[in-house]
């Protein structure tokens, strides 16, 4: 039979139509909720409204409603939900762009989303709906921001930031990939501002020390990328005294002192320290600048303020720098070493300020030499001396011009006695630092949650009450919403001066809105308590369902939302709002949907429209292809790929459901043993496929079944045999959790009532489990020769035996000398024989 004749026999179009309100009324995925089952929650990271759903969507979906769609036909109350993370910059930009107002080109997009995942079949429990851009929602976002600000965990400060050029708002330091804006790939800058953080820094020893719940559960990829980005060294704050020229701080005393702190994690080679760094653009560059030296400084950080952060880290760079006209004196020898200013120190690592040890950091070597500064060496590792070679030494050895440190060779003696040494004169400890930064989360654009803060001239930042909450975005149609380095929020007067709640004085609100990663950092909490309306989760209900069981996303989320989300569920645990401190309890992340060998675009001209594919081959090939694509986590190439050849195995596994004779209910027992063991074999496996996550072996087994069925019926077992409705039972029950349309037409073709969905899971009856026989293949010089049916517990000597007698390889062997033979019993013998 053809394509075009397969296709007219099952109209997989007439079958989408058909089921979808079926199941809407039915609605077979609404979770319980009433303590009759366990529970499980499926939580999928939630779409971001920008145009209908892609190929990237299309896989993630289909992969993780593999997972619900199982729980649900074993028994598990499940809670699937759906929402739209609608805040944010690209709606904004692409509404701007558009001259439409962000609050209609996203909700426009929601609805076509939301018909999309209809259209697709996903199994979400649509009563939980959220959008975050919804006033019910982000009025809780507020309040758990002022939650909290009352903690000290909110807070604002002015302090250089990383700046969009593009997008006129400033950025988090995650949000820059390689100097680039993660959002519209526009090269970063930096600016001078007052901005909104989050002290994620207070958590970030326990956001490394709870990653150990973790280990197993998710990708260690990801495990290994949030510890590196949290970065904790160990080492010691060491405390530099600066000697100031008269005036340099305001006073006309001469040679006042500033006390200047380094964090380093090599304390040990203070002695080799012979200068000390400090960021251009840290304030206290400025502040301990000689007087005579400020003009230099000033045009200096002119040209730093071009640059990104990777330039200013890359090692290749030729150094720059500005000589500050001061002194600090090392606390260990009491040497004078000169300060400078330069870019590749950064003013918000550390203290902003670093002592250089030349001999044993490149970097500081290459400045040394660069502007003729002493190189000196305090360990002897058997190379060439940097300050001949040019090439700083990093390794361990002998300590030399190091004081009473001298022969010692144990880093961990030597860095031990220094500290000791710093904290008994009070010249510093032993401390630990983090890579990790606080989360920088005001925006200067207008489509976002505001900020609940009022300023006032007589009280200062006032938090808004919360019976004044939520504060809404003010509608501003008609107003130009382009980003002018400002929020257009600034702009709009009647919405921007208010009362203060203190005073009852003239105030203004904070006209800067909160970055989307905060609403995204706890909206799965509120899943499990949708339309609450005095709270944003209600605890008991978060008990029920919480930590989500799987969460399953793209590993591009391993640092922004995943790190958030941590951040937030442990300040909540603090709270006793919830009872863990961790949010998912396991992570699946999938890999892209490529074409040709490249990431679909339309430049390229290799993009692939989802909705016309669907419109070509239906709903369940498209899921069927990219479920059994490859492994989740593996890249699926679309070039490679067959949703023509998924679409005829559909048409298979169809027409056995109308070769079935036997009624439904018939006892199975008195069918054809050889079609059962196949059928309870794949059963069994499927689960434990699914719960490995091998949803595309899982799917080659259902492959498998169908093609014995339709053998043992072609062969003779008959259509009536009970054996045979047990089997294309199974393939409809297993195949629901891929191509849930073509199941629900073979269930009721089968004289079920719908829906497949919550058939239940098939029993498996274990003594159809056990092999009588294995076949064992016989392979002489690569090439099969026999093979033979052998109980599955046959030892390695019996098997080879039988082999080596098999009249087949006697034949083959005839006139040879068998040098060796390889058993894997019970199922491999390979005769080598030359």
Not at 647 to 672: C, E
Request: glycine share 8%.
């Amino acid at each position: 039979m053809d394509e075009q004749r397969e296709r007219a026999a099952y109209d997989v179009v007439a079958a989408q139509e058909k089921w979808r309100p079926v199941w809407e009324k039915l609605n077979p995925f609404q979770a319980a909720d009433d303590g009759s089952k366990e529970r499980r929650y499926a939580l999928t990271m939630f779409p971001y409204p920008s145009g209908d759903l892609h190929m990237g969507h299309a896989e993630v979906m289909a992969l993780h409603d593999v997972v619900a769609r199982y729980w649900w036909q074993r028994g598990y109350d499940v809670m699937n939900p759906i929402g739209w993370d609608s805040f944010g910059l690209p709606a904004e930009n692409a509404a701007i762009k558009r001259d439409e107002h962000p609050a209609t080109y996203t909700y426009a997009n929601i609805e076509t989303q939301a018909e999309s995942f209809r259209r697709y079949g996903i199994s979400f429990d649509w009563s939980r709906r959220l959008h975050t851009s919804d006033p019910e929602y982000y009025q809780w976002t507020q309040w758990l921001f002022l939650r909290f600000r009352e903690r000290g965990l909110a807070y604002r400060k002015h302090s250089p930031v990383n700046w969009c050029p593009n997008d006129q708002t400033v950025l988090a330091n995650e949000q820059v990939v390689q100097g680039m804006c993660e959002r519209c790939g526009a090269e970063v800058t930096k600016r001078e501002l007052s901005q909104w953080y989050f002290k994620v820094t207070d958590y970030a020893q326990r956001l490394l020390d709870d990653m150990e719940q973790l280990e197993g559960r998710w990708p260690e990829r990801v495990l290994a990328m949030q510890r590196n980005w949290i970065g904790r060294s160990e080492g010691a704050h060491v405390d530099f005294d600066v000697k100031l020229h008269p005036g340099t701080d305001g006073t006309t005393e001469p040679d006042p002192v500033r006390t200047v702190r380094v964090f380093t994690t090599r304390p040990d080679t203070l002695y080799g320290a012979t200068f000390m760094v400090v960021a251009a653009d840290a304030k206290l560059a400025s502040e301990v600048c000689a007087p005579d030296r400020r003009e230099a400084l000033e045009a200096y950080l002119e040209e730093v303020r071009k640059e990104t952060d990777i330039d200013r880290l890359s090692t290749e760079r030729p150094k720059t720098g500005v000589d500050l006209g001061v002194v600090a004196v090392n606390p260990v020898n009491g040497e004078e070493l000169p300060v400078w200013a330069a870019d590749y120190v950064l003013a918000d690592y550390g203290t902003g300020a670093i002592m250089a040890v030349p001999a044993h950091d490149q970097r500081d070597l290459d400045f040394a030499r660069a502007f003729g500064l002493p190189v000196r060496r305090v360990i002897d590792t058997g190379e060439d001396n940097p300050e001949e070679s040019g090439v700083a030494t990093t390794g361990d050895g002998v300590y030399v011009n190091s004081g009473d440190l001298d022969g010692l060779t144990d880093k961990e003696s030597g860095i031990g006695r220094i500290i000791e040494r710093l904290e008994t004169d009070g010249r510093g400890k032993g401390t630990v630092n983090f890579r990790l930064r606080d989360w920088l989360l005001s925006r200067q654009r207008f489509w976002g949650c505001p900020i609940p803060v009022v300023h006032c001239d007589s009280c200062g930042e006032v938090a808004v009450p919360d019976d004044q909450l939520p504060v809404e975005l003010p509608d501003l149609r008609g107003v130009d919403l382009k980003p002018k380095g400002v929020s257009p929020l600034a702009a709009a007067e009647e919405w921007v001066n208010t009362e203060c709640p203190q005073c009852g004085g003239p105030a203004k609100r904070d006209s800067d809105t909160m970055d989307t990663f905060v609403d995204s950092s706890w909206y799965f909490l509120r899943y499990c308590s949708p339309g609450l309306t005095d709270g944003p989760f209600d605890p008991e209900d978060v008990r029920r369902w919480m930590p989500a069981h799987i969460y399953v996303g793209g590993v591009e989320h391993a640092i922004l939302h995943l790190l958030y989300s941590r951040f937030f569920t442990k300040v909540l645990h603090d709270m006793g709002m919830v009872d863990f401190v961790e949010p998912f309890s396991t992570l699946m992340n999938q890999g892209q949907v490529i074409n040709r060998g490249k990431a679909m675009s339309k430049s390229l001209g290799n993009g692939v429209n989802l909705g016309e594919v669907i419109d070509e081959y239906g709903v369940d090939a498209v899921r069927l292809t990219l479920v059994f694509a490859g492994p989740p986590e593996d890249d699926i190439d679309w070039a490679d790929v067959s949703p023509g050849g998924s679409l005829k195995f559909l048409q298979r596994a169809w027409r056995l459901s109308g070769d079935v004779a036997s009624a439904p209910g018939v006892d199975p027992t008195a069918g054809d043993e050889a079609l059962r063991r196949v059928t309870h074999r794949t059963v069994h496996e499927a689960a434990e496929l699914v719960e490995s996550r091998r949803f595309n072996v899982m799917v080659a087994r259902i492959m498998e079944l169908v093609n014995t069925t339709r053998k043992a019926i072609d062969s003779g077992c008959g259509p009536e045999d009970p054996a045979v409705r047990e089997a294309v039972e199974a393939v409809a029950i297993l195949l629901s959790l891929v191509a849930p349309y073509t199941a629900e037409e073979m269930w009721e073709r089968l004289g079920h009532q719908p829906t497949v969905a919550r058939a239940g899971w098939p029993q498996v009856d274990e003594s159809l489990l056990v092999e009588d026989t294995v076949t064992a293949v016989v392979q002489v010089q690569g090439k099969v020769r026999a093979r033979l049916e052998v109980p599955p517990s046959i030892s390695a000597a019996d098997l080879e035996q039988q082999a080596l007698a098999d009249p087949a390889v006697v034949r083959f062997l005839e006139g040879k000398t068998v040098r060796k033979v390889i058993v894997r019993e019970p199922n491999l013998v390979n005769v080598v024989a030359p």
